[in-house]
């Protein structure tokens, strides 16, 4: 009886241990984390540049703007084409402006602190120092109406018929780069001008734009323009000035301190130097400053 006891518990132990203890589980399996989504590129904000350039540059910068439209996409320019001087007195009276692009050095020199105060006479700080850049070189040229009627084929053919009463310039006004660089071909050649313009011998325009339309529509016999503007009106100047008659034609350009995008400005501007922008302005006749 003893021995049957003992069986019974040692059964009733098992069967107990095995009701306890069943199948044991398999660990559950962590869910595998789910990658992080790659972060979308966000478009970069569109941006506005105010563009002042001078109004020589209307064909090419138009034609590089449709090109920069591909490198950044984001960035809208607006163009204002007058001439420069008509640009320096808007930037002076607070017109909104990121970038300017001059026809002259006296225009910015005019904005820049840093410039001879003896032309910067108000002290006038628009310029964004490390900024400005000596970009373009261009002609002064003398150009004539179709057919050439009253047979001017030189500078010093326009000299000695206005000397002579026998010619009607067109020239810019002396606050135009265009105007000032005329003045200086007709100070070459000893010509009084205050005495031509009074004896009716000289026709003022406010820029570059309004002597090359007087040229090409017969309105004078000549007309002293940029190489760059008889080339998109179609003329053929008959005549380069030299150096010696008027000083070289470079084009500065810089953003200016009150620019509210100068970091876009400043891309542009470097863009304006690439071997792809170089080549609209030299097509059209500037050079590399």
């Known amino acids: 009886m003893k021995r049957l006891g003992t069986l019974l518990l040692v059964l009733s ?5 095995a009701a306890c203890g069943g199948t044991a589980s398999s660990p559950s399996l962590s869910a595998a984390p789910t990658p992080a989504a790659p972060a979308q590129s966000q478009p970069a904000e569109a941006v506005e540049l105010i563009v002042f350039a001078a109004a020589s540059m209307t064909e090419t910068l138009n034609q590089i703007a449709a090109l920069y439209a591909d490198v950044a996409p984001n960035v809208k320019l607006t163009f204002n084409f007058d001439s420069s001087g008509t640009l320096k007195t808007q930037i002076e ?15 910015m020199n005019q904005l820049d602190v840093t410039a001879d105060p003896a032309v910067n006479d108000k002290g006038l700080d628009f310029v964004l120092q490390g900024s400005r850049v000596d970009l373009l070189e261009n002609r002064v040229t003398l150009c004539v109406p179709e057919g050439n009627p009253a047979g001017i084929e ?7 018929a206005l000397k002579d009463g026998a010619i009607l310039l067109a020239m810019g006004n002396s606050d135009v780069p265009v105007g000032q660089y005329t003045q200086k071909i007709l100070a070459y050649y000893d010509l009084d001008e ?9 026709t003022y325009c406010t820029n570059v734009k309004e002597v090359t339309t007087q040229v090409s529509e017969g309105s004078v016999d000549c007309g002293v323009i940029y ?6 009106a179609g003329l053929t100047p008959v005549a380069y000035a030299t150096a010696e008659m008027c000083g070289q034609v470079i084009y500065p350009a810089a953003v200016l301190s009150v620019s509210q995008h100068p970091t876009e400005a400043q891309a542009f501007l470097d863009y304006l130097s690439t071997p792809e922008a170089m080549a609209v302005f030299e097509a059209v006749g500037f050079a590399a400053a």
Request: hydrophobic share 45%.
């Open 13 to 17: 132990l098992t069967l107990g241990l």
């Open 227 to 232: 190489c760059t503007d008889a080339f998109s």
């Open 194 to 202: 205050t005495a031509l313009a009074g004896a009716g011998a000289i």
């Open 154 to 160: 030189s500078y010093d053919d326009m000299a000695q």
């Open 93 to 107: 009276e607070g017109a909104d402006c990121d970038l300017f692009l001059s026809a002259g050095q006296k225009q």
